[in-house]
């Protein structure tokens, strides 16, 4: 039995993404005041009275406007209602009970799921205002009255939340997931590929560069494992990057490959390469993470039988620094070849984690430096004692040697290409550490 999960919903501007941050113990949810902010479902671990269980941080449900982002967003809002165990009704003790509040109220009785009702922006313990009494007028039970920006009255919610939960199972411990970054910059079909490999409208999609703006996770559980697929906003150039909203944006993209296992590097066919493709994917490189190169929009590119031969070069071109990633070509939009990328993604994340025994590195060593001799300066020859892998995720190996000015960056990537190839290291980057005799550190 998956972990209770439990929805936090309302109108606009009422503190739910402050709600969100403070359960979860962790800025994840970008607050502002600014309506709409949230817009795609984010989905967070909380623990409380020894249960664990998620929680969904929703767009802002505005019943009746029909702006195109603000009908997604209730319907997002929509959908996780449908999926919670729990709804938490947020309203704003400061507006007081509004027209909006009451068609949430509403919409939510009809769902038929535990509703409770909470008083956001009470930052004064003690007794409440009189105005908190009217919170009873929407028929949803006792309010709770909770401030998300100090901490007041959420243990009260919390308890009350989890009178709610289904019986525990002993099945509720989560399994090791891979965790996948969709990054680039923005307009290259992250969402598009998010929502077309979980088989449902998960974010939104939009012609509006900037539409994403939080990193949004979505797990999938398959045939070829178990992932987290993390949605990020795209990384524009800092020049171009104004809005307060979207520097923040821009930073949770970083954080998201910070935390991914495996991040996928989106391009847009109809473009190739750019400068802004080679800085995103260089983030991903540095990180250590194993990396995928997929040229999205596939379908809209004009081909004859050397399309994707010749493509590929471009793209090898243009990301020369990560020859070991490998390239797909697909369509989010037709759905052409994306059953292709979990296969890939497990494969480089297993190459990510790879531990090679010492002795079969020196193996590899003896041949490669029998095949190659290590250079020499003014009659001082390089001599290579051992090599030994010093950690994972990238795989790094560590090189003993007489005299590390005489280990050129050239045989470091030599010998770094004898162990991929014959390792299979694809899709993960290697560090090479050169360590000289009588080195302490």
């Not at 109108?11 to 600014?34: C, H, M, W, Y």
């Not at 998620?54 to 959908?79: C, H, V, W």
């Not at 800092?238 to 809005?243: D, G, I, L, P, Q």
């Not at 750019?274 to 081909?303: M, P, R, S």
Request: a neutral charge; hydrophobic letters at 35%.
């Amino acid at each position: 039995m998956s972990k209770p999960t439990v929805a936090i919903v309302g109108r606009p501007n009422v503190g739910k993404s402050q709600l969100f941050n403070r359960l979860a113990g962790q800025r994840l949810s970008i607050v502002e005041d600014t309506p709409g902010v949230t817009r795609d479902r984010l989905y967070a671990e909380c623990e409380w009275r020894g249960r664990v269980f998620s929680i969904i941080d929703t767009g802002g449900i505005e019943p009746s406007n029909d702006n195109e982002i603000l009908k997604f967003m209730r319907y997002q809002a929509e959908t996780a209602i449908h999926h919670a165990d729990v709804i938490i009704f947020i309203t704003d003790l400061r507006t007081g009970v509004t027209a909006s509040d009451a068609d949430v109220a509403a919409m939510l009785q009809r769902s038929g799921k535990p509703i409770v009702l909470a008083v956001n922006k009470c930052d004064k313990p003690g007794a409440p205002e009189p105005e908190f009494y009217e919170f009873y007028n929407l028929g949803l039970g006792e309010p709770f009255g909770i401030s998300a920006l100090h901490g007041y009255g959420t243990g009260d919610l919390l308890d009350e939340v989890y009178q709610y939960f289904p019986p525990e199972d002993e099945d509720d411990a989560d399994d090791d997931r891979i965790r996948v970054a969709l990054i680039g910059k923005p307009n290259v079909g992250k969402s598009s590929l998010l929502n077309r490999v979980l088989g449902e409208e998960r974010v939104i999609v939009s012609n509006v560069a900037g539409t994403t703006r939080d990193s949004v996770d979505a797990r999938l559980d398959n045939q070829y494992g178990k992932f987290t697929f993390i949605d990020t906003a795209g990384i524009r150039r800092k020049s171009r990057v104004e809005e307060k909203i979207e520097k923040f944006s821009v930073m949770r993209s970083l954080l998201a490959v910070e935390r991914a296992d495996v991040c996928v590097i989106m391009i847009d066919a109809t473009e190739g390469v750019t400068e802004q493709d080679t800085k995103v994917a260089g983030e991903a490189h540095n990180a250590g993470k194993a990396c995928i190169i997929v040229v999205n929009k596939w379908d809209l590119v004009d081909k004859d039988g050397g399309t994707m031969k010749e493509y590929t070069l471009r793209v090898r071109e243009g990301l020369a620094y990560m020859p070991y990633a490998p390239v797909l070509f697909l369509s989010a939009k037709t759905g052409q070849r994306v059953d292709k990328i979990y296969e890939v993604i497990r494969h480089v994340y297993e190459q990510n984690h790879k531990r090679i025994p010492t002795g079969q590195l020196n193996s590899i060593l003896a041949e490669a430096t029998a095949r190659v001799q290590p250079p020499t300066d003014k009659g001082r020859r390089l001599k290579i004692y051992y090599m030994t892998q010093a950690g994972v995720c990238p795989p790094t190996f560590v090189c003993f040697c007489n005299d590390a000015r005489l280990f050129h960056f050239s045989y470091q990537r030599y010998l770094e290409n004898q162990i991929r190839e014959v390792f299979d290291l694809s899709g993960t980057p290697v560090r090479m550490v050169v360590r000289q005799r009588g080195d302490k550190e």
